[in-house]
C-alpha cells in the first residue's frame, strides 16, 4: 500500500503576482500578522509590519501548530522552515495522554493523528518559533517597525484618485498604504478605532497558570520528574477534572518544559500576557482538584519569575470584521476578529490560516482592495466562528464532566481535542482559490442575505457528548447579528446528571 493521499498547500513562487508593489502595512506582528506579512511579500507585495513589542524570544510558553496551520509552514522556503522547526518542537513523543485528576489514564492517541503531519504538527517555545519566522519574513524584505505602538488609523484622500490608509504611532510615526490588515490581537484597538465597536470583554471566567523551564541535572534525580527528563522520549499529557484542566509538555532531549493549568477566577481581571502567578496559588487549586504529586513537583520547579496567571478575557463574535465604508482598506483579521480560547487548539493554526487567505484574495483581486477584503470575510468567516465557539466547547466538556474510565471506554475518543478532517486537512490557500470567484460575482451583484447566508458554509459543525447520552449534540453557533457585543454565544447544553 503506497503513503496515503493528503492535501499540500503550494507556497507562492512569485511568477505572475496579481497586485505586485502593493503597500501593505500589518498591525501586530503575532502569527496572523507575520503570516500574511510572509504571504504578501511572497506575492511580490510591500509589507511593513508595525509591533509594539521590541522583539521576539522572550513571548509565551508552548504553542501549537496543526496540520492546517503546518501546512502553510511546511510549504515555506521550500521546506526549510520547516527543517528548522523540527529539531525545536515536539517531534519525539508517540502518544498524546489524558488522565483524571486521580492519575488514571483515561486515554491513550497518537501524537501525529496521520503520518503526513510529521513536518506539518508544531508544537514548542512560542518566542523561539515567532523568532524563527520573524527571520525567515526579514529576509524576504519585510520592513519591521518594532517597539511602535499604534493609536490611532488614518483613512484619507478620494478612491481612485489619492486615498491612502494608514496608521499613527505612540512615537508619532505615521505609515501609510494601501491596506491596513488590522491583526493586534484579543486587546485589538483596531475594533474600536476601524470597526468603531466598544470593547466587548468578556470575563471568562476562567484563567491560566503557566510556565516554561529548562530542566536541569538536579531535578533528573527527582522521581516525579523523571517521565518528563527522559533524552529519548518527548512528554505530551493532559490532566483533567472539575473546573481545571492542565497540560504537561516537554521536549528537546528532556531539556524543555512548559506547563499551563486553566482554573476558574471570578475576580474582576484585567489581561496581561506578563502577569505574575504564584506557585502557592496553583498548589492550592490542584490540591482542591486532587490532583496528582506529579503535577504539582512540576508547579513547584517552576522559576517564580517564569510563572504566569493569563486571565482569560475573551471577546464573543464579531458581526463584521470590516468597518462601515463603501470601500473598505482595513480589516480585523485572527485574534482581533476572533479570539479563541486555548481550548480550541487552534488559535495559532487559524491565524496562519487567515493570514494566507488574506494575502491570497489580495493576490487574486489584482489591486481592488476593498473586494479582496470582502471576499476574504465571506471565505472565512463561518469556519471562523464555529471553530472560534469550539474553544468553549470544549472547555465546557473537560470540565463539567466527571471523567471515569467506564464513561471514556464505552465512547471512545470522547476526550480528545476533536480534529476532524474539515479541520486540520483544510487548505487556506486552495479554499480561497477554490471559492474566490464565486464570492467576488456575489459582492459585485450585490447579492442579499445575511454574514452566515452569503459566507462560504463552515465545513463541518461542533458536538458534545454527554454521561447518559448516545450521540453527539450538535451546537447551535449562530448569534444575534444586530446585538453581537453580547456574552458567549454558545448555548451549552445542560450536563445530565
Ligand atoms: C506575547 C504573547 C504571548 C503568547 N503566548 C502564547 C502561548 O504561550 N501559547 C499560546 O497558545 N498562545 C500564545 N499567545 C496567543 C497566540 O499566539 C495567538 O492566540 C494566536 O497565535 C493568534 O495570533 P494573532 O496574531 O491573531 O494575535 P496575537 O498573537 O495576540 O498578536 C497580536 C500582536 O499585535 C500586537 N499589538 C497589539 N496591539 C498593538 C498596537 N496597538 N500597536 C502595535 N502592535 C500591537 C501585539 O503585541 C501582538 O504581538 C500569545 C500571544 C502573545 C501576544
Redesign the pocket.
Known amino acids: 500500500m503506497g503513503p496515503e493521499p493528503f492535501v499540500k498547500s503550494t507556497a507562492p513562487d512569485g511568477s505572475n503576482p496579481g497586485a505586485p508593489g502593493l503597500e501593505v502595512i500589518v498591525?501586530?506582528?503575532?502569527?496572523?500578522?507575520?503570516t500574511a506579512a510572509i504571504e504578501c511579500r511572497l506575492r511580490k507585495m510591500n509589507v511593513t509590519v508595525?509591533?509594539?513589542?521590541p522583539t521576539s524570544r522572550t513571548?509565551?510558553?508552548?504553542?501549537?501548530f496543526f496540520g492546517n496551520g503546518g501546512m502553510i509552514i511546511e510549504s515555506w522556503d521550500n521546506g526549510r522552515i520547516a527543517d528548522k522547526l523540527l529539531p525545536m518542537s515536539i517531534n519525539n513523543n508517540d502518544t498524546f495522554k489524558i488522565f483524571n485528576a486521580k492519575n488514571e489514564l483515561l486515554v491513550e492517541e497518537p501524537w501525529l493523528s496521520k503520518p503526513h503531519h510529521r513536518r506539518r504538527q508544531f508544537a514548542g517555545h512560542?518566542g523561539e518559533i515567532h523568532e524563527l519566522f520573524t527571520d525567515y519574513a526579514t529576509s524576504l524584505g519585510v520592513q519591521l517597525k518594532l517597539g511602535?505602538?499604534?493609536?490611532d488609523y488614518i483613512d484619507e484622500g478620494v478612491e481612485g484618485v489619492d486615498r491612502k490608509v494608514g496608521v499613527i504611532?505612540k512615537s508619532g510615526l505615521k505609515v501609510m498604504g494601501d491596506v491596513v490588515l488590522c491583526?493586534?490581537?484579543?486587546?485589538?484597538?483596531a475594533r474600536q478605532k476601524v470597526l468603531g465597536l466598544a470593547d466587548n470583554k468578556v470575563n471568562s471566567g476562567y484563567a491560566i497558570f503557566?510556565a516554561h523551564y529548562f530542566l536541569t541535572p538536579e531535578m533528573r534525580k527527582n522521581i516525579h520528574l523523571s517521565r518528563f527528563c527522559d533524552p529519548d522520549h518527548d512528554f505530551t499529557g493532559m490532566w483533567v477534572g472539575t473546573d481545571l484542566h492542565g497540560l504537561i509538555y516537554s521536549w528537546n532531549k528532556g531539556r524543555d518544559l512548559g506547563w499551563v493549568l486553566t482554573h476558574k477566577d471570578e475576580e474582576d481581571i484585567s489581561e496581561s500576557?506578563s502577569f505574575p502567578g504564584k506557585v502557592e496559588d496553583v498548589l492550592a487549586c490542584l490540591d482542591e482538584a486532587g490532583f496528582p504529586e506529579q503535577f504539582k513537583e512540576v508547579v513547584r520547579m517552576s522559576p517564580a519569575k517564569n510563572l504566569l496567571d493569563y486571565k482569560l478575557v475573551w471577546r464573543g463574535p464579531i458581526a463584521t470584521w470590516l468597518p462601515k465604508h463603501d470601500n473598505p482598506r482595513m480589516i480585523v483579521?485572527?485574534?482581533?476578529a476572533h479570539c479563541?480560547l486555548?481550548t480550541s487548539g487552534q488559535?495559532?493554526s487559524?491565524?496562519i490560516e487567515d493570514g494566507a487567505a488574506i494575502a491570497s484574495c489580495l493576490d487574486k483581486a489584482k489591486g481592488d482592495v476593498s473586494l479582496a477584503l470582502r471576499v476574504f470575510e465571506r471565505i472565512r468567516f463561518n469556519r471562523q466562528h464555529v471553530i472560534h465557539m469550539s474553544s468553549v466547547a470544549n472547555r465546557e466538556e473537560y470540565h463539567k464532566v466527571e471523567w471515569t474510565r467506564e464513561f471514556v471506554d464505552k465512547h471512545p475518543g470522547v476526550l480528545s481535542i476533536p480534529r476532524p478532517d474539515w479541520i486540520i486537512e483544510h487548505d487556506a490557500r486552495a479554499n480561497v482559490d477554490e471559492h474566490f470567484d464565486k464570492i467576488a460575482e456575489d459582492i459585485k451583484n450585490d447579492k442579499q442575505g445575511n454574514i452566515f447566508e452569503l459566507s462560504v458554509p463552515a465545513g463541518g459543525q461542533l458536538g458534545i457528548l454527554r454521561p447518559g447520552q448516545e450521540e453527539r449534540e450538535v451546537y447551535d453557533t449562530t448569534f444575534d447579528l444586530e446585538d453581537p457585543s453580547i456574552k458567549p454565544v454558545l448555548r451549552t447544553p445542560s450536563v445530565a446528571a
Open positions: 498591525v501586530g506582528l503575532g502569527f496572523c500578522g507575520l508595525v509591533e509594539m513589542y513571548q509565551g510558553d508552548v504553542i501549537d512560542r511602535e505602538q499604534v493609536v504611532c491583526a493586534d490581537g484579543p486587546k485589538s484597538l503557566r500576557w483579521v485572527g485574534d482581533a479563541h486555548p488559535g495559532g487559524q491565524s
